[in-house]
């Protein structure tokens, strides 16, 4: 078989937790894969070491005096990379036509724009930034249907679900036999807390995740459970799934990553130990298969698996994500727009956790009905949700 010629590669949010992971796959293939430019909002040393490390034509970071720091840096160091600065070098680097695959992996809604730039830019769209399709849904995906761009889930639930559907998956209802897709959840750090002990949790403690080590903002969504209730949205636009035929299940050992039942009885699973680094490297190389430098799966060692039922009443966060999917329209903005204002505000010890759901279903409440068919409409949404979400916040804010 021929050599398959190497991809270009934009790595938007390169310095998160997923931005490292892909890199660390990349590096690993420098035969497959070259680094074609690298984002970061701070972090400028990081940026700097994987600047020297992978030798990308470009960097992008957030502030332009940071910038041009970094880029008098670089010249020293003889790297060549050309350092741009802000929001629309973003959309340049994730459009730009020598690029072959865009990994989206900046957390939130900053990232939709550069995200949407990649799809219509008609290229291969790894998309771990989930906030994204939560925000754009129907828009994000006509903008891939249009341009001929492949859309490759990272979330790792929606890559195990890609992987036990057929390749050649229809999504009318019924037509590939689906009856449901299985959502798993970890449960999180307070999946066996006591519900009064949760007033008190601290950041730290929310972040403190049991089987994933993630970005902050994650790891607080994971806590809240809102996280799984955004993939359920996401599986949603992803697979063509409604609310009801979206289900989740707990599996605190986070070993299978999720599932699909099929009407004929059969329930296709995706296993593996809990790395980033799988759904990655499976998305990069699709359809090959190349190492991660992901161990092995170790059943013997694992032993068991369980699964629960998981608490609405405990996490409501989830049952406000199914609420808003069902609503429709701009209801899935408001929840994520209020959700990250929240939680800043929990990261900020401005609120305490309990009162993350509050804020954000006193927001969609407030909110009530509004249409997202263009991308004006989906920003004011947004910007809609986080003016609410302030407010609310201020009501409950903590005495300092
Ligand atoms: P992270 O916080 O570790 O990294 C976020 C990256 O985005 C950083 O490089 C940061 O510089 C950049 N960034 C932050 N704000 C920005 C802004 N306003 N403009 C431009 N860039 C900005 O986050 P993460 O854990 O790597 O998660 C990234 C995305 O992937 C999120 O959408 C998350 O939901 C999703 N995801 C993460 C995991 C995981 O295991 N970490 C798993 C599944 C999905
Ligand atoms: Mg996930």
């Not at 970071?61 to 010249?75: F, I, N, P, T, Y």
């Amino acid at each position: 078989m021929a050599e398959p010629r190497i991809q270009r590669i934009t790595v938007l949010g390169a310095t998160g937790s997923i931005g490292c992971s892909t890199l660390d796959v990349v590096a690993r293939h420098p035969a497959r894969f070259e680094v074609f430019a690298l984002s970061a909002q701070r972090q400028a040393d990081k940026l700097y070491e994987q600047c020297l490390a992978h030798l990308p034509r470009y960097a992008v970071l957030g502030d332009a005096a940071e910038a041009e720091r970094l880029q008098a840096r670089l010249r020293v160091a003889g790297c060549g990379t050309d350092v741009l600065a802000g929001a629309e070098a973003l959309e340049t680097v994730a459009a730009h036509p020598e690029v072959d695959a865009v990994m989206a992996a900046i957390v939130g809604a900053a990232g939709l724009r550069p995200t949407l730039a990649a799809a219509r830019a008609g290229k291969k769209l790894l998309l771990a930034n989930k906030e994204a399709l939560v925000l754009s849904g129907q828009l994000l995906l006509d903008a891939v249907a249009d341009s001929g761009a492949r859309l490759l889930p990272i979330d790792s639930e929606h890559n195990a679900v890609f992987q036990s559907l057929p390749a050649a998956y229809d999504r009318r209802p019924g037509a590939s036999g689906v009856r449901r897709v299985l959502l798993t959840a970890s449960g999180g750090p307070f999946r066996a807390t006591p519900v009064a002990a949760l007033e008190a949790v601290t950041p730290e403690q929310a972040c403190a995740h049991p089987n994933w080590v993630m970005g902050r903002k994650i790891s607080v969504d994971s806590a809240t459970m809102m996280n799984k209730g955004l993939e359920v949205i996401e599986a949603h636009w992803l697979f063509g799934a409604s609310a009801d035929q979206i289900e989740v299940v707990v599996h605190p050992q986070s070993v299978i990553h999720s599932m699909v039942d099929y009407v004929d009885g059969s329930v296709l699973a995706q296993l593996g130990n809990p790395d980033m680094r799988t759904p990655i490297a499976h998305a990069l190389a699709w359809p090959e298969r190349i190492d991660a430098g992901v161990r092995p799966l170790d059943l013997f060692e694992i032993g068991r698996l369980e699964f629960e039922r998981p608490d609405f009443r405990r996490f409501p966060c989830l049952a406000l994500a199914y609420q808003a999917l069902r609503a429709g329209g701009g209801a899935a903005a408001v929840l994520n727009a209020a959700n990250e204002e929240a939680v800043a505000a929990f990261l900020a010890g401005r609120i305490g956790f309990m009162r993350i759901a509050e804020v954000i279903a006193a927001s969609l409440e407030r909110a009530g009905a509004l249409a997202v068919d263009t991308l004006d409409a989906v920003l004011a949404a947004d910007a809609r949700g986080r003016d609410l979400a302030r407010e609310e916040i201020r009501k409950r804010q903590t005495a300092r």
